[in-house]
């Protein structure tokens, strides 16, 4: 069984991971047959220079799109030590969203030939149990289970850490603002 944990750093991003981690243990799945992926987004020159120092019409895109690429390898390695924290011992791989993330995730997926795909819901204003884009069109794509996280979770996770202190809402306030 193969797993492949998407991860963008997020607090249900992360809460995925735990999960994932769990799970691996309870399936004796080995701790090193996952896959953590970061999607990201390439950036365009006229809209995303503004951060580059220098003239923005002189932006050389591929400095750009290193810095990027360089970014989200950050953000992964941050992750893969999340990843460690809870047993596993992921593969990590960044890929650049090419269609939609989730294209770029069912692309990888079939790639690694996952038998699992986990992510983490994101809030999207929605009252209720619902799916945000990128997890609805995985879930309605997908040949492979997906396993959602739900941002629901994430705040319970949070309560439940922080059970004894005095500071439980202020904890799941926290927890369930996106990173």
């Not at 799970?23 to 996952?34: E, Y």
């Not at 999340?82 to 969203?97: D, F, M």
């Not at 993330?101 to 992510?119: C, D, F, M, Y």
Request: with cysteine.
């Amino acid at each position: 069984m193969s797993v492949l944990i998407c991860y963008d750093g997020s607090p249900s991003a992360k809460l995925a991971v735990a999960s994932a981690a769990a799970i691996i243990a309870r399936a004796g799945v080995p701790r090193d047959d996952v896959t953590l992926l970061h999607v990201w987004h390439e950036p365009r020159p006229a809209t995303d220079s503004f951060s580059y120092r220098g003239d923005p019409q002189t932006v050389p895109s591929e400095k750009l799109i290193d810095r990027a690429a360089n970014d989200a390898r950050e953000l992964l390695e941050a992750g893969r030590h999340l990843a460690i924290e809870h047993g596993l011992t992921p593969a990590v791989l960044t890929a650049p969203k090419q269609v939609s993330v989730a294209a770029t995730i069912l692309r990888v997926a079939e790639q690694q030939n996952s038998s699992l795909i986990v992510l983490g819901a994101h809030p999207h204003g929605t009252p209720g149990p619902t799916l945000d884009s990128v997890s609805a069109a995985v879930i309605a794509a997908s040949t492979r289970p997906v396993l959602v996280i739900p941002m629901a979770a994430v705040v319970e996770a949070a309560v439940e850490v922080t059970a004894d202190d005095d500071e439980v809402e202020q904890s799941a306030t926290s927890a369930a603002r996106p990173a």
